[in-house]
């Protein structure tokens, strides 16, 4: 794996209480980035698990982060429109950034309604203008599929491979994906320039895949979350109890 850095795991009794936490500390990184650079670029993940901290955000207002800083980037896309069920930007849109009544040009959606190479190209151009080569994220949140996916990142799929592109349109088989998808996604050496990167991860269905990437042998082809090893930056596990069920001394 990438990076030296030992990963700290953070365990909580439920969603509610890990969403809660993960609500305080990206304040504080958020206020700590810009305070250090005037902005803050989070990717944000998709999936479920992360609605709950999205729309404790969106409670806790405007008055304690300042969002007029933070620019909106996601780690993957489904391919479908940005009103779509599945679309991630749209989760995030009605959970985070509708009710926070964000600037609309600091939301950096992926054009996932394109041709999967097009919205990947176009994606990639976006990051590079706006945050280097490699891009340099200052808080990439993840999450953790119960195959041991991230972002969309899946077992044996092409962009485990890719070393030298930060988005690619991956082409996935899996239950996972309703048979096969091509998703856009961030590249593992992206993910691991951020300054911070936290996985949210919750729920039984995870545990096995969880016990496998924190304490099973390297393996990131069937358990591509293995990748994450940030090279400067800090990683963290935020688990709920549940998800945790399977790690050595979960008693
Ligand atoms: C996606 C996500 C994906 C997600 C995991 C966990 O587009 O689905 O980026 O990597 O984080 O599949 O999803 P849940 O939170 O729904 O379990």
């Known amino acids: 794996m990438a990076g030296a850095m030992t990963a700290t ?23 700590a980035a810009v305070a250090a650079r005037g902005t803050c670029s989070i990717a944000l993940s998709g999936g479920s698990t992360p609605e709950r901290l999205f729309r404790l955000l969106a409670q806790r207002g405007r008055r304690d982060v300042p969002w ?23 989760m995030a849109r009605e959970a985070l950034i509708e009710p926070l009544g964000l600037d609309a040009a600091r939301v950096h959606r992926i054009a996932a309604e394109l ?10 151009t976006a ?9 340099t994220f200052d808080i990439v949140l993840l999450g953790l599929g119960p195959d041991g996916h991230t972002a969309s990142l899946f077992p044996d799929s092409p962009a485990l491979d890719d070393t030298t592109r930060w988005v690619v349109a991956n082409p996935v088989t899996s239950p996972l994906v ?23 991860v919750a729920g039984a269905d995870k545990a096995t895949a969880l016990a496998q990437v924190l304490e099973g042998s390297p393996d990131p082809r069937h358990y591509p979350a293995q990748l ?15 998800a945790a069920a399977k790690l050595r001394g979960a008693a």
């Open 9 to 31: 795991v953070r365990r909580f009794d439920t969603l509610d209480a890990l969403s809660r936490a993960a609500a305080d500390e990206l304040g504080e990184l958020i206020r």
């Open 127 to 135: 990051l590079v203008t706006a945050l280097g080569s490699p891009p």
């Open 115 to 124: 041709e999967p190479e097009t919205a990947a190209r176009s994606y990639e």
């Open 228 to 242: 994450v090893a940030p090279r400067a930056g800090d990683l963290a596990w935020l688990i709920d109890d549940t």
């Open 68 to 90: 007029e800083h933070v620019d909106l980037w996601w780690g993957d896309e489904r391919p479908v429109p940005p009103d779509h069920a599945e679309s991630n930007y749209r």
């Open 178 to 200: 309703h048979g096969a998808s091509t998703r856009t996604t961030l590249t593992a050496p992206v993910i691991n320039a951020a300054r911070h990167v936290r996985f949210l």
